[in-house]
Nanobody, 117 residues
C-alpha cells in the first residue's frame, strides 16, 4: 500500500507563492497520472491540476497561468507551484496518484493552503 506524503502548505498573503510537494512513502510503482485536488470550505473537492507520466497537464480554469504542475518520474514526486495566490485558492489540497493500469487512485491526507491578509 502506497502512502502519499504532502508538504508545502501554509499561510500566505494574496499575491504570494507556495510550492506543494507530494512524495510516495515508497517508490514501488510508476503512476499514470499524479496531481492535486482541492476542497474549499463548504465546497466539494475539485481538480486543481494533474499531470500524466508523459507530461500532459490539465488545470482548472481559475488557476491557469498561475499554477504549474510538474513531476519527477524517477522519484514519483509531483509538485505544484502556486503563484499569484488569491483568497479563493484557500483550501485543503490533496495529492492524487493513479496506477499505470488506472486500477486504483491513492490520496494524501491533505495540506492546508490559506491565502489571507
Amino acid at each position: 500500500q502506497v502512502q502519499l506524503v504532502e508538504s508545502g502548505g501554509g499561510l500566505v498573503q494574496p499575491g504570494g507563492s507556495l510550492r506543494l510537494t507530494c512524495v510516495p512513502s515508497e517508490s514501488i510503482f510508476n503512476f499514470a497520472a499524479m496531481g492535486w485536488y482541492r476542497q474549499a470550505p463548504g465546497k466539494q473537492r475539485e481538480l486543481a491540476a494533474i499531470i500524466t507520466i508523459g507530461g500532459s497537464t490539465t488545470y482548472t480554469d481559475v488557476v491557469k497561468g498561475r499554477f504549474t504542475i510538474s513531476r519527477d518520474n524517477a522519484k514519483n514526486t509531483v509538485y505544484l507551484q502556486m503563484n499569484s495566490l488569491k483568497p479563493e485558492d484557500t483550501a485543503v489540497y490533496y495529492c492524487n496518484a493513479n496506477l499505470m493500469d488506472w486500477s486504483r487512485a491513492y490520496w494524501g491526507q491533505g495540506t492546508q493552503v490559506t491565502v489571507s491578509s
